[in-house]
């Protein structure tokens, strides 16, 4: 057995997460006081209790995804779980794969997504774009589409998550145009998807820029086990080009069934999604029906890897 860890970005928050690991197991609670020290303010309550209005904030949802996600790893390496061979996290689960590599420490980790948050907000005014999931139709023909709406305004494919869903963003002239020409290329479904800015495309430059100067500021060490990037769906090896593509993950897309198909390639057998929800289980399922897939996020899933771990060691 050969397991990869993949850590969630958004849309796996909820009000409540961590909450009950925290409770069972001081390595989690741990890792929510380090948050809240590093950043000043409770992260920890945010994420227990909410309100999911001020949670799905980008700048509060980076940070506390990827807590919790940090403290489901500590659990699971303190109560002698699986060592993944390699990792990868999608768009700011990366920063937690990233931590889990060695590479990033854990509080320049959530610093540095709580910046990434307001630059990415920063970068195009609430209400003058957004993100929308194409289902249905392939890669290339979304692409396709995008080209020809972009002379109406900046529309883009960013998420390139699994056959059947790709998810684009743009302002909102090229959302606008892109719809009726998705449905005539054969789309099922074009679902605009509740977030407050276009994520992962060129309008993301700005906020790219201002990352740099502080991914500058910190130690990035070259990474301990191999981690697959959200850029190149490739290696990345060292401290330098984790920072490069660090930068140009703000403003490129995410290649998720690539990174998944090449973590395959690698020998990947077995999948743990460490973090809240299932959303990149759903997506890695559409990928590949011949990995196992697991994820931890409360006791109980925790209980069902130590189990499968004893069983095969």
């Not at 959303?279 to 209980?303: F, M, Q």
Request: overall charge negative; charged content about 20%; aromatic content about 4%.
């Amino acid at each position: 057995m050969k397991i990869a860890f993949v850590f969630p970005g958004q849309a796996s928050q909820y009000p409540g997460m961590g909450k009950e690991l925290c409770q069972q197991f001081p390595e989690a609670s741990d890792v929510f006081k380090r948050a809240d020290d590093a950043l000043g303010f409770p992260l920890s309550r945010l994420c227990f209790e909410g309100p999911a209005e001020e949670l799905n904030l980008t700048a509060n949802t980076q940070p506390a995804v990827l807590t919790t996600s940090a403290a489901c790893l500590e659990v699971i390496k303190s109560r002698g779980g699986p060592v993944p061979c390699a990792v990868a996290g999608h768009s700011l689960g990366e920063y937690t794969a990233l931590v889990a590599a060695g590479s990033l420490l854990f509080e320049d980790a959530v610093r540095l997504v709580r910046k990434r948050g307001e630059y990415m907000q920063d970068a195009v005014p609430v209400g003058e774009g957004g993100m929308a999931a194409v289902m249905g139709i392939s890669t290339e023909l979304v692409v396709e589409a995008c080209l020809k709406a972009s002379v109406f305004g900046v529309i883009e494919a960013v998420n390139l998550n699994c056959p059947g869903q790709v998810v684009i963003a743009g302002d909102t002239a090229g959302l606008k145009a892109v719809e009726p020409l998705l449905k005539e290329a054969g789309a099922r479904r074009v679902m605009p998807i509740p977030v407050s800015a276009p994520f992962h495309s060129s309008l993301m430059r700005p906020a790219g820029k201002r990352l740099a100067a502080d991914l500058d500021r910190v130690t990035i060490a070259d990474p301990r086990i191999p981690v697959v990037a959200n850029v190149s769906a490739d290696l990345v090896c060292t401290g330098p080009e984790v920072k490069e593509l660090l930068i140009r993950q703000v403003f490129s897309p995410v290649r998720w069934e690539e990174s998944i198909l090449k973590l395959i390639s690698l020998g990947v057998d077995t999948f743990v999604e460490v973090g809240p929800g299932r959303v990149l289980s759903g997506l890695i399922k559409k990928i590949s029906r011949d990995v196992l897939i697991l994820n931890i996020e409360d006791r109980a899933s925790l209980e069902k890897i130590l189990a499968l771990t004893r069983e095969v060691s």
